[in-house]
């Protein structure tokens, strides 16, 4: 009995040891102390994002077709390192309305167009409440592709902006609308102003232009109660056209 009862605590002290060594312990004691309990230092990001200020639109764009021709063809877009399906502006320039949203959703991707399905339908309608349809209306997006989660770096979407900027300046639209929180939070500034319901200042590339930031249709379609503040961001637009 004695000597099962001392090769179990052999064995027992085997496991012991090696538990500690596949956690990565060599060595019960070192030659300098160490405080166990002091956090962690935080881990240094190695990542580096890939900036976009060496592939400046403006230097690459004329108007708006070469703009076009710039965003299907430069290999330095954010949009490249996705898997996505790229959809790109529709659209002419100096139509009366530039309707920006944040990125494609997954049924625009299937259809290979902006704003469709039961969102699309919903867009649709915002447009037809203030007499424009599709084909007098120029809509882009911050980002012509969708990131995996739909989930954006912050140095992506300062990057997007500042093309977007260019991208309005070369489109000469009258107004623009922006859909969605991430749109607004990258076009227009914070500074105390209501971010809904009034024409805001928008600064681009060429000026300003009178801009409205309104929801975006995905989500009025799951919270209704806020289509009474969006038929008010979109009266603001109405009312521009009025002498």
């Known amino acids: 009995m004695r000597g099962l009862v001392q090769d179990n605590a052999a064995l027992a002290a085997d496991a012991y040891m ?10 019960a004691v070192a030659e300098v102390p160490h405080h166990w309990l002091r956090p962690a230092p935080p881990a240094v990001s190695t990542f580096q994002p890939s900036p976009m200020t060496d592939i400046a639109p403006q230097a690459k764009a004329r108007d708006l077709q070469a703009f076009h021709l710039w965003l299907e ?3 330095g877009h954010p949009e490249r390192r ?54 007098r209306t120029y809509i882009a997006s911050l980002f012509f592709a969708r990131p995996p989660g739909g989930m954006v770096e912050a140095a992506d979407l300062a990057n997007a902006a500042a093309r977007m900027r260019t991208h309005v300046h070369l489109a000469r639209p009258r107004r623009l609308l922006l859909l969605g929180d991430r749109t607004i939070r990258a076009l227009l500034p914070t500074d ?44 603001s637009l109405i009312e521009e056209d009025r002498p």
Request: proline content about 8%; overall charge negative.
């Open 73 to 75: 063809s430069e290999s």
């Open 192 to 235: 105390g102003q209501a971010s809904t319901n009034s024409l805001r200042n928008f600064n681009h590339d060429g000026g300003i232009l009178p801009a409205v930031a309104t929801f975006h249709p995905r989500l009025l379609l799951n919270q209704p109660a806020a289509k009474a503040e969006c038929w008010r961001a979109l009266q």
């Open 82 to 135: 996705w898997p996505s399906r790229p959809i790109y502006p529709a659209g002419a320039a100096d139509t009366p309305l530039m309707v920006i949203t944040d990125m494609p959703d997954p049924a625009d991707l299937d259809a290979g167009t902006l704003l469709v399905d039961r969102a699309g339908a919903l867009f649709d309608a915002m447009l037809g409440a203030i007499g424009l349809d599709r084909s």
């Open 18 to 27: 090696a538990w500690w060594q596949l956690a990565g312990v060599e060595s």
